[in-house]
């Protein structure tokens, strides 16, 4: 199953579902996911969890900013700061952005240890178009 990547030259965010988890098409799961994000020399690796029906109006609003070329789509993990994302349109010309936020906390013996990446880039409509046809993404967006 190929995995949601946007990319700009060296800047690129991707998202792999889980590959122990089947997709059903139903979108009422819940979804773990692996998100590795490369922005401007600053770089993260995580996983997290997205609520089923959230996952699936994000991919059916990547559907819709790819035919129309103008709005927005975003998306959050169940936990609190995970993982928030908005792909979205930044002219009327269809040029188009993303830009979001990565979090997770490592507990040491005696102190808890924040790690959080900010990041943005824009990219080219292309990568909508790729991903808009992916079967995975098709079945569960209908």
Known sequence: MQPLRIANQNNFFEMSLDPNQGISGRGFEDYRVEIEVHS?????????????????????????????????TSLESISPDGLKLRMFSTTRMGHMAIEGSLSHSFMGERVNFPHSLSFGFEFDPSELVKIAGYSWVKALAS
């Open 40 to 72: 401007n020399q600053f770089s993260a690796k995580t996983h997290c969890h997205l609520d089923g029906p959230d996952f699936v109006n994000f991919l059916r609003g990547l559907i819709s900013l790819d035919q129309s070329r103008n709005g927005e």
